[in-house]
């Protein structure tokens, strides 16, 4: 959940930075930091709570003219892992010289071993966190050549990190690297930025390079270097960013999660956009790559993913096998990449991700490609590891998803896998005229959920009456019992309420024992056979 920015160019680097932490305060963070660079050497400002605390030391301790000597920083909002939240614990962290600094995401797992061999070699650590041990590592393998120093260090490192590293000594430079935590670089006129998220950059460059795992790259302020960790050099490719500003900003809604409810309409209608042939009553997705033959001889559909995206999946279950009528079974990305599955040539992998960079997710493709298995990815986010690790997939297309509690994501997900299944379908036993009937019934989702959310006012006051409750239960039949899981989950995760989702029928099976007078259960019910 933390978050990284660095820019190097001609420009101001504070109010750049600043900006773009305030775009990645959607992630949610405790504390926040940044490093500048001049000739005199790295400065750095820490403050615990939100960005606007940052802003408010930066104010007090540099005055404007000192501002605009900085044209070089690197700045990190923390969600405590290792340490508590405390600004000695916030990133940036230091070397033993204080001339390297680093901002890290991810989690590296074997700081400790890192940090006992550093203590007997005579370095005094200031914080609590994984991410210093790094930082004192790159420091001790600092021979003149930063790049160099920070490959040594990673090759001793066990587990995930997306990291920018600034060295006083190497002032034209920014070093970033990632496995596992996503980094993507911005490049403009005579200025690079870094970002872990590209709604970072979107105000100052669409032309951006993602890192993939391995990666080591240099930036200045008019040239991208990558290589691998044995100094060959890699190319990546250029993406244009399909986002703007307006995008990634709240358009007069109290916050992003009511702004994202009410654009599902739209982003429900981006995702069935062009993918509809009302004619043929089949689904046109060009980005499954497959044949009508490949598309019969599938066997089997394996749906992998993570909370929301996992139920997204389950939906998806049912209808591959009500429409499409073949066999389908949904996995935890997390489970999938430990067990052993039982898949071949004939299963088709579904990795649904909203982000594309979930990292079960990518472990279960890989676990998948291991088994010789076919691998869609189904994600939102263009360029991310997902999608160019998958080679091949559907976009959902649903525009940056800022809250952190996914909502039209979620919908333009199920929105997608019914339009896999109808093209599965169409390629096995589905007439066309039951076809039609079902890419009319798909193509009428947007006009759906309008119609639900006028009803805006009404659900406000269920909410209302909602609020005073310390616990609900949320049960669904059929689809609708993903469903009811998702809707337990959101609660818990924006009211902190504690909320459960069953399956309808589960519900004599113990957990009634817990309801009590009063207790909301909102029911699922779609279906008049169930009812």
Request: aromatic share 6%.
């Given at each position: 959940m933390c978050g990284i920015?660095?820019?190097?160019?001609?420009?101001?680097?504070?109010?750049?930075?600043?900006?773009?932490?305030?775009r990645l305060e959607y992630r949610g963070?405790?504390?926040?930091?940044?490093?500048?660079?001049?000739?005199?050497?790295?400065?750095?400002f820490k403050a615990v709570g939100k960005v606007a605390r940052l802003v408010e030391k930066l104010r007090g301790d540099l005055s404007p003219e000192k501002h605009e000597g900085y044209t070089v920083g690197i700045a990190h909002t923390r969600w405590a892992t290792h340490g508590a939240p405390t600004e000695t614990n916030a990133h940036p962290h230091f070397d033993q010289s204080r001339k390297i600094c680093v901002v890290h995401n991810g989690?590296?797992?074997?700081?400790?071993?890192?940090?006992?061999?550093?203590?007997?070699?005579?370095?005094?650590?200031?914080?609590?966190?994984?991410?210093?041990?790094?930082?004192?590592?790159?420091?001790?393998?600092?021979?003149?050549?930063?790049?160099?120093?920070?490959?040594?260090?990673?090759?001793?490192?066990?587990?995930?990190?997306?990291?920018?590293v600034l060295c006083a000594d190497e002032p034209n430079k920014i070093v970033v690297a990632r496995k596992g935590s996503p980094l993507v670089i911005g490049m403009g006129d005579g200025e690079c930025l870094v970002a872990s998220d590209a709604s970072a950059l979107v105000s100052h460059t669409q032309r951006v390079i993602y890192l993939d795992d391995g990666d080591v790259g240099v930036i200045t302020p008019n040239s991208v270097d990558i290589r691998n960790q044995d100094d060959?050099?890699?190319?990546?490719?250029?993406?244009?960013?399909?986002?703007?500003?307006?995008a990634v900003e709240k358009g007069g809604f109290e916050h992003f999660m009511l702004k994202e409810i009410f654009e599902q309409p739209e982003s429900v209608g981006n995702a069935l956009r062009g993918r509809v042939d009302m004619t043929e009553g089949n689904a046109v997705l060009a980005g499954m790559q497959m044949s009508p033959k490949e598309l019969a001889e599938i066997h089997r559909t394996v749906l992998v993913g993570c909370g929301t995206s996992l139920h997204a999946g389950m939906v998806g279950e049912y209808a591959f096998e009500d429409i499409a009528g073949i066999s389908s079974e949904v996995q935890q990305a997390a489970e999938f990449r430990y067990r052993n599955p039982i898949v071949d040539h004939h299963d088709m992998v579904i990795?649904?991700?909203?982000?594309?960079?979930?990292?079960?997710?990518?472990?279960?493709?890989?676990?998948?490609?291991?088994?010789?298995?076919?691998?869609?990815?189904?994600?939102?986010?263009?360029?991310?590891?997902?999608?160019?690790?998958?080679?091949?997939g559907v976009f959902i297309h649903a525009g940056p998803e800022i809250s952190v509690a996914s909502t039209?994501?979620?919908?333009?997900?199920?929105?997608?896998?019914?339009?896999?299944?109808?093209?599965?379908?169409?390629?096995?036993?589905?007439s066309q005229e039951h076809g039609v009937d079902l890419a009319r019934e798909i193509s009428q989702l947007p006009e759906l959920i309008n119609f639900v959310l006028k009803q805006n006012d009404a659900i406000a006051k269920v909410a209302e009456r909602m609020a005073k409750s310390d616990h609900a239960f949320f049960i669904g039949r059929g689809p609708m019992h993903p469903v009811a899981l998702e809707g337990a989950?959101?609660?818990?995760?924006?009211?902190?309420?504690?909320?459960?989702?069953?399956?309808?029928?589960e519900l004599k099976h113990g957990p009634i024992a817990l309801l009590t007078q009063g207790t909301p259960v909102i029911v699922l019910a779609n279906q008049t056979s169930v009812l």
């Open positions: 920015i660095g820019y190097i160019g001609t420009r101001p680097a504070t109010p750049i930075l600043i900006g773009g932490l305030k963070y405790d504390s926040a930091g940044l490093a500048l660079l001049d000739a005199q050497g790295l400065t750095t989690i590296i797992e074997n700081y400790r071993d890192i940090r006992k061999k550093l203590q007997e070699l005579g370095h005094k650590f200031d914080s609590d966190t994984d991410t210093e041990a790094l930082s004192r590592l790159i420091g001790f393998h600092y021979k003149g050549d930063l790049r160099a120093a920070v490959v040594l260090a990673l090759q001793q490192v066990e587990g995930a990190y997306g990291i920018a060959e050099p890699i190319t990546r490719g250029v993406s244009l960013l399909d986002l703007d500003a307006g990795a649904i991700s909203q982000s594309g960079e979930t990292a079960d997710t990518l472990a279960a493709i890989r676990k998948a490609k291991e088994k010789g298995t076919m691998i869609l990815g189904l994600v939102n986010v263009v360029g991310s590891a997902i999608a160019r690790e998958t080679g091949r039209k994501a979620f919908t333009g997900q199920v929105t997608v896998l019914l339009l896999m299944a109808l093209k599965l379908g169409r390629s096995r036993r589905l989950l959101k609660l818990k995760e924006i009211s902190y309420v504690h909320a459960e989702g069953y399956h309808a029928a």
